[in-house]
C-alpha cells in the first residue's frame, strides 16, 4: 500500500529516515539502544596517573569489554561514541547522541586525586543543575524531562549497587552535578569515575584485564536490570 499513500507521506518518511536513525533501530530490530562513551581519546589523554597511565587508555579498555558483554544480551544495540584512540569533542558526542536518540548514555571515566590516597568510584547525574545549563531558549518538555532524571537516578543506584559488590566500601556515593555531555539531551545520561589512577592500588587494578572484565559484568548487570 506504500505506493499508494500521497507524495507528500512519502518525502516526509524519507527525511524521517535520515533523521532518526535510532528509530530505525527500535522499529526494525526492537532493541533498546544504549550508548558507552568511553571519555577523552587521541590528543586529550584525560588525566594521567601512577606511571603516566592516560585515562583515555582506561575508559577504552574498559567499554569495549563492556560493550563484549552486552552484545550477548538480544534485546540491546550497543553503540560506543568512540571504538579507538582518536579526537573527540564532547560536541561531537552529543551530536551523535541526538541522531541516535538512545535509551541511555553511560560515559565512562577515571578519576584523580591530590595524592596517592584517594580512591572509590562516583556517580554524577545532571539533575536540574543539568536542565539549567541547557542552552538559553531550549524548549523542554517538564514531564519528559522528570522522566529521563528519574532514570538517570534509577540507573545510577543500579550501577552504584553493583559496583559496591565488586568494590566494598569504596562507593563516594551519587553526586548532582552539571554535566557537559547531557547539557541539551533529553535522554538519561550518567557520568561513572570508576577509580584513581593516581592511587597505585586502584591504578593496577584498573589496567589489569581481569578487574576489568570484572567491571564491565558489574556495568552490564546494571544496564540489564534498568530494562
Not at 202 to 220: P, V, W, Y
Amino acid at each position: 500500500m506504500f505506493h499508494k499513500w500521497p507524495k507528500y507521506t512519502v518525502v516526509f518518511f524519507s527525511v524521517l529516515m535520515l533523521c532518526l536513525p535510532g528509530f530505525l533501530i527500535h522499529a526494525q530490530t526492537g532493541k533498546q539502544i544504549v550508548v558507552i562513551d568511553p571519555a577523552h581519546g587521541g590528543e586529550d589523554s584525560g588525566v594521567l596517573g601512577v606511571a603516566k597511565v592516560a585515562e583515555k587508555d582506561l575508559t577504552l579498555a574498559m567499554a569495549l569489554a563492556l560493550k563484549k558483554e552486552l552484545d550477548q544480551e538480544g534485546n540491546l544495540a550497543v553503540i560506543l561514541t568512540r571504538d579507538s584512540d582518536k579526537t573527540l569533542s564532547v560536541d561531537d558526542r552529543k551530536k551523535s547522541i541526538a541522531k541516535i536518540n538512545p535509551a541511555m548514555v553511560l560515559s565512562l571515566h577515571v578519576n584523580a586525586g591530590f595524592g596517592k590516597h584517594s580512591s572509590g568510584f562516583e556517580l554524577y547525574y545532571p539533575g536540574f543543575k543539568g536542565l539549567e545549563a541547557s542552552p538559553k531558549g531550549a524548549k523542554t518538555n517538564q514531564a519528559n524531562a522528570g522522566q529521563y532524571l528519574n532514570d538517570t537516578v534509577k540507573l545510577a543506584r543500579l550501577v552504584q549497587k553493583n559496583l559496591d559488590g565488586l568494590f566494598p566500601r569504596k562507593g563516594r556515593g551519587l553526586r548532582e552535578a552539571v554535566v557537559p555531555l547531557a547539557e541539551g539531551l533529553v535522554v538519561p545520561v550518567l557520568t561513572v569515575e570508576l577509580g584513581f589512577a593516581t592511587n597505585p592500588d586502584e591504578k593496577k587494578k584498573l589496567t589489569s584485564e581481569k578487574t576489568q572484565a570484572e567491571i564491565a559484568k558489574a556495568l552490564a548487570r546494571s544496564i540489564k536490570a534498568f530494562f
